[in-house]
């Protein structure tokens, strides 16, 4: 069966496919690929750096049909409704997009009271 990378754009959602599996592609290629892409959303250099290796630390190594990647948008980024991923795909696999900032954390034990 053949292997494909799934990648993932933490901006919009978008996602590529490259064709084998990870030990075909170098991280050097995976971050390539994906900052051809996500530079386009920003001129930010660090925001282009995080969201590069954020979708390569959340890329997917899939096995699929030959069929399936045929169909699989290998040749550019798509859009995820659109890229008819495989149904195998594991629902936990291709999180949703979450927002870029950690949220703060306000369960935390008070340390002070205000009155
Ligand atoms: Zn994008």
Redesign the pocket.
Known sequence: MPRAVLLR?P??D?VRALDGDRSDWPRGDLYATVES??R??STDETKTAIRKHRAVAESTELVVSRTQLDRLPTER?RDREAATLPESLPADAMPPAAAESPSAETTGPRSRVED
Request: a negative charge; hydrophobic letters at 45%; proline letters at 0%.
């Open positions: 754009c901006v919009c978008a892409h996500v386009d959303h980024w």
